[in-house]
């Protein structure tokens, strides 16, 4: 089975320092086997998105990462929403659907640091929010937390109702990292452990039948809540275990579960232990917390080592267990499975079970590393019922990669709306698709035309919670003032000023995103033109197509041959809109640089 083929950013920075010409050559990263491919035809692919139209109505053709994907769910195969925090520049916080054929912004509103989704019916789903910033900081000067905080709830193509309350209070809400619906008229969100002196995990509660949202907090165990699914009626969800964790009753196994029953069935809360997930010597908080996933027949529970082992405790391994109502819970993978670790020094970041099928894709990253590392390929694996992994495949593919595709990061995210069709959202915010479909061709259901999944939604009402600003005085009545007739005292004119034409581009940035890929990432004052170049000495040897931008920062992604690498770039621009000027200042001189060199790079703006 395929590796992963790991990059290192230390190692691309030094290229770049030494010059990119003393690392043309072999590429480091061999290419892997051709790609999975099951019986169905499916194969992993990269499925590319494209920035939304920009203000002045041009479309850019290059393609973009989204940022940090909090969470990807589909309620059928052509109706999927995905959250995400943006990536800084070109994408903002918001919320992404699918349609059958493409991606498409779908609100503007409501993104998230580390959002959730949760679907309630066709038309209707919750997301688990950043609140709106504003809220006064603490005595102490703290701001108020504002991540992951509040909700959202969408219907019918607008939001209907947003919810948060004040900060710094008894009542606040924590941040919440899970979020599922057993219906429409239930559905629960949960996070964070409660604030001390309290024992006990944060939860909210949406009522359909009083239409009230409440808290109703797991009280005996302050667990964070990672993750939720629906299953049979009901709901289960997973916590992370930690020594320090305040808890009423002490237990050698804490129950990694609980199960969440619908509403009018009590108790309302079960905990869940006894599964089979740890090995000899192996303590339950050398695990992590278990990813969820459900199909019709059975629950899907899934996690790796931790990034630290606890003191005394054995390290712990993949574990993939599966529950059904025959048989009850049986680990796949893992210490009793009777076979060797097939992940050694990854964990579990998501699984996903295929619908009326017999196997679930799971999404590994390194579990020793702290940060995300962009240069990092993405891992995913299918585990079949009765155990077996049939598949370990690293992403982009072979073929890919040998089409000049570099690394998109790590895994992150993984859902799968039928069987043969699933999703992979990377830690850079890149978009993986297992299907058998060809590029460009629409789903087996068609394309999703509901005018709820279709328009761009801005607006996010007030927050439900939170009191309503009100003025601390009356406005001044100035009904009955007198208008002066006199005129304005005439004013002394201002001395005039020596004034400078701003530069077209600023904040030029070059680095190797694959060894023959580069990526130049710049800022544009004013709509322009622009076209980038690598020159051999004189000679070309590589161009990007001519393209129209709007202002603000853009990136541009040059594919190079290391038969015939380049000694400089060439950044080919013309402003299509005055350049605003600034006044000189005669202090510090005014040098506007016409050229730029980075990282072993000579290069021309002009």
């Known amino acids: 089975m395929p590796r992963r083929r790991r990059g290192s950013g230390l190692t691309l920075v030094l290229c770049l320092l030494a010059g990119l010409l003393a690392c043309a050559g072999p590429s480091a990263r061999a290419a892997a086997a051709t790609g999975y491919e099951d019986e169905g035809g499916a194969s992993w692919r ?63 509103v409501c993104g998230a640091t580390d959002g959730r989704i949760a679907w309630a019916g066709p038309e209707e789903f919750w997301t688990i929010s950043d609140e709106r910033p504003g809220q006064a900081a603490d005595s102490h000067g703290d701001p108020a937390p504002t991540a992951d905080d509040t909700l959202c709830r969408f219907s019918g193509g607008s939001v209907t109702a947003s919810y948060a309350v004040p900060a710094f209070q008894a009542t606040s809400y924590q941040a919440m990292h899970a979020a599922a619906c057993i219906s429409a008229a239930d559905c629960w969100f949960a996070g964070n452990a409660l604030p001390e002196p309290q024992v006990g995990s944060f939860h909210l509660h949406w009522n359909g039948h009083s239409g ?33 964790d305040p808890v009423v009753e002490h237990l050698a196994e804490p129950p990694p579960l609980h199960l969440i029953n619908p509403i009018g069935v009590s108790p309302t809360f079960e905990p869940l232990g006894g599964l089979p997930l740890y090995g000899a010597g192996e303590f339950p908080e050398s695990l992590a917390a278990l990813q969820l996933s459900a199909d019709s027949e059975s629950l899907w529970a899934a996690a790796g080592p931790r990034r630290e082992t606890p003191e005394g405790s054995e390290p712990a391994t993949v574990t993939v267990d599966r529950y059904t109502a025959a048989e009850g819970w049986q680990q796949l993978l893992g210490p009793s499975a009777g076979a060797p670790d097939p992940f050694p020094g990854e964990t579990v970041r998501s699984i996903a079970a295929e619908p009326r099928g017999e196997a679930a894709w799971v999404a590994l990253a390194p579990s020793a590393e702290q940060g995300v590392d962009p240069s990092a390929d993405a891992l995913v694996a299918r585990v079949a019922a009765d155990g077996t992994v049939s598949d370990e495949q690293t992403l982009p593919s072979a073929t890919e990669v040998a089409e000049g595709v570099g690394p998109k990061g790590a895994a992150a995210k993984v859902s799968c709306p039928a069987v043969h069709e699933c999703w992979l959202v990377t ?81 030029v940035k070059v680095r190797l995103v694959h060894r023959t890929t580069l990526e130049l990432r710049f800022h544009l004052t004013v709509r322009a033109r622009v076209r980038l170049l690598a020159r051999l000495h004189s000679a070309t040897v590589s161009a990007t197509p001519s393209y129209v931008l709007s202002a603000g920062f853009h990136t541009l992604l040059l594919h190079l041959q290391t038969s015939r690498w380049p000694t400089k770039l060439d950044l080919q621009t013309h402003a299509l809109a005055p350049l605003p000027t600034v006044p000189v200042n005669v202090n510090s001189g005014s040098a506007i640089t016409a050229s730029v060199t980075h990282a072993g790079i000579g290069g021309r703006v002009g």
């Open 212 to 244: 009230t949202l409440e808290e109703d907090a797991y009280e005996g165990e302050g667990r964070p809540v990672e993750d939720m699914t629906s299953f049979a009626g009901a709901l289960y969800e997973s916590v992370q275990i930690s020594s320090s």
């Open 46 to 108: 990269l499925e590319p998105l494209t920035p939304p139209e920009l203000p002045d109505g041009e479309h850019s053709s290059t393609p973009i990462g989204l940022g940090h994907v909090g969470d990807i769910e589909f309620f059928r195969p052509n109706r999927g929403v995905l959250i995400t925090a943006g990536n800084g520049s070109t994408i903002k916080p918001s919320i992404w659907a699918f349609d059958g054929l493409h991606w498409h912004e779908l609100s503007a």
């Open 427 to 507: 830690t850079e915010g890149w978009i993986f698709r297992l299907t058998s479909l060809a590029p460009g061709a629409t789903t087996a259901e068609g394309r999703d035309t509901d005018p709820a999944f279709d328009g761009l939604i801005t607006y996010r009402p007030p927050d439900t919670g939170l009191p309503a600003e009100i003025p601390d005085a009356p406005p001044v009545d100035d009904s009955g003032a007198e208008v002066s007739e006199q005129p304005p005292a005439s004013e002394a004119p201002a001395p005039t000023q020596l004034r400078e034409t701003v530069a077209l581009i600023s904040k």
